[in-house]
């Protein structure tokens, strides 16, 4: 089966501006719901739907092109891990489809046409944002399928940066990027949307919020509970990697849109 490659592009820390992915208007299955408010699909990249068949999440060992040391390494791997682990068990839950984090290590995934079906492999590397390397840049490269554009698997890259202290991010920050990037990895788009400022851009942190000031986990540049200006720490920290309730609706709406 062919499956057609993916770009999507995030970024690690709060203070860089970030590009948002434009939304092209294929034409869209009859009755298949593609965006609703704090969320969106990457439909306009292909993905339209998750299937109910299990996906696995497996660890690319961290080579030298983390530029991590040993016990740097380790303690990248231990956090993603932990992560990844959480990450799948709400999945699992929010969608009826199962997720599980491999133990053990899965070889590097560099194409679509390579990449085995419902795997996400998860590694790091230094700035392996493409094109131009940007400093605490992640990505995620999702497939999908040809036949009925479903989440297909694929490979995240995490920048290296955020464990060998040149890139400094909060670890509960970096949980909800973690979940932000295996959103990607399955079918989800950046959430944002012009709001009140109505300047006709969906500009960086422009995402639906609450009281709380939670924004969606797929907000760019980045997300999450309380993770919006003025947010609580305490918040933040409690809620940290959890997918929002606006990350929820786009997950169920995924796998509402799977047809055979
Ligand atoms: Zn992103």
């Known amino acids: 089966m062919t499956v057609k490659k993916k770009i999507v592009r995030s970024v690690g820390v709060v203070a860089a501006a970030a590009g948002l992915v434009a939304l092209s208007n294929p ?3 009859a009755g298949d719901v593609y965006k609703g408010t704090g969320w969106r699909i990457l439909s306009g990249r292909g993905i339209e739907s998750l299937s109910p068949d299990p996906y696995v999440i497996k660890i690319v ?3 030298a092109g983390s530029k991590l040391t040993a016990a740097q390494a380790r303690t990248a791997e231990a956090q993603l891990r932990a992560q990844l682990k959480k990450s799948a068990a709400q999945l699992t839950s929010v969608t009826g489809t199962k997720f599980t984090l491999a133990s053990g290590y899965q070889k590097e995934v560099t194409a679509c046409s390579t990449a085995e079906r419902h795997v996400i492999a998860v590694g790091m590397k230094y700035r392996p944002f493409t094109p131009g390397n940007k400093p605490g840049y992640s990505q995620a490269h999702p497939c999908s399928a040809s036949g009925n554009q479903s989440a297909w ?16 991010i909060d ?6 990027l973690i979940s932000h990037e295996l959103g990607h990895s399955i079918g989800l788009d950046h959430a944002n949307t012009d709001g009140s400022d109505a300047n006709r851009t969906a500009d960086p942190y422009e995402c639906a919020t609450n009281s709380s000031k939670d924004l969606p986990v797929m907000c760019s540049p980045n997300g999450g509970h309380a993770m919006g200006k003025g947010g609580s720490v305490t918040r933040g920290k409690k809620y940290a990697g959890q997918y929002t309730k606006w990350d929820i609706a786009g ?10």
């Open 27 to 29: 034409a869209y299955a």
């Open 61 to 63: 060992k961290p080579g």
């Open 153 to 168: 698997g694929g490979w995240i890259w995490m920048d290296s940066e955020y464990w060998n202290g040149s890139w400094k």
């Open 171 to 176: 670890p509960y920050r970096l949980r909800n």
């Open 251 to 260: 997950l169920k709406a995924l796998k509402a849109n799977f047809s055979r």
